[in-house]
């Protein structure tokens, strides 16, 4: 089964704190590419993060780092020192790279309140 | 470069109407995306083109849902019979296919409602 699952449906944190969105992936693929999205109110999904399954490096991105550890199928995002223009959903998504159509398995997202 | 344009971003309609959405890829991408939304879920997957060609259909599609991509530019999603169930978000995501993980960029969607 190709399934990712982000347990976290609502986090409200106050500015400033730092918050960790955890994601959690399922499939039997050996080679698979893992992202993060972002949805504001707005509506369009935005693109923060890609990662293949071969390249455990974190990254960090300004205020914004990710931690990709395959011994326990997690890609989780950490925002450090958050803003109020942090507020939105964040969805994790899984390709895995057998299915050539490039097609994203989403989480259910977990939806970011940041209050000043 | 313009991103990805999705036309209207609100549609209400009648059950049993049939329904159009228009999407238009970021110029030169090859590969475009259909996917549903519904309230507090992540999208779902509805189907795929490269260039004209529709490659891959989820199940999710039924057979009231036609999409076409032609001379590989925009793309149009057509619900016939429209059902309250069918009310959701409707994104559609363009991508260079590279067969790497392609990124995806995303419209801000076509919300619709079925009354």
């Known amino acids: 089964a190709q399934k990712v699952t982000q347990a976290q449906t609502e986090i409200s944190v106050v500015e400033k704190e730092d918050v960790t969105l955890d994601c959690v992936y399922e499939?039997?693929?050996?080679?698979?590419?893992l992202f993060w999205y972002k949805q504001p109110p707005s509506g369009e999904l935005v693109f923060l993060i890609r990662?293949?399954?071969?390249?455990?490096q974190n990254e960090i991105s300004g205020r914004y780092s990710w931690n990709f550890q395959k011994s326990t199928s997690s890609f989780n995002f950490t925002i450090t020192a958050s803003q109020v223009v942090d507020s939105a959903v964040y969805f994790c998504?899984?390709?895995?790279?057998?299915?050539?159509?490039?097609?994203?398995?989403f989480g259910q997202g977990t939806e970011l309140s940041v209050k000043p | 470069d313009t991103g990805v344009s999705q036309d209207p971003r609100h549609k209400i309609t009648k059950r049993g109407q049939n329904v159009t959405f228009r999407c238009d890829p970021i110029?030169?991408?090859?590969?475009l995306y259909w996917y549903r939304q519904t309230l507090g879920q992540g999208p779902e997957f509805l189907t795929y083109?490269?260039?004209?060609?529709?490659?891959?259909k989820s199940r999710l599609l039924s057979d009231r849902f036609s999409a076409e991509r032609p001379k590989g530019s925009f793309s149009t999603l057509e619900i016939q019979r429209t059902e309250q169930g069918d009310s959701a978000m409707y994104l559609c995501?363009?991508?260079?296919?590279?067969?790497?993980?392609?990124?995806?960029?995303f419209g801000a969607g076509t919300r619709l409602s079925v009354l």
């Open positions: 499939t039997r693929d050996t080679t698979y590419y």
């Open positions: 110029s030169e991408h090859n590969r």
């Open positions: 995501a363009s991508s260079f296919r590279t067969g790497e993980g392609d990124i995806q960029y």
């Open positions: 998504a899984l390709n895995p790279a057998r299915n050539q159509g490039g097609k994203l398995i």
């Open positions: 083109f490269q260039n004209e060609a529709q490659l891959e």
């Open positions: 990662r293949n399954s071969f390249d455990e």
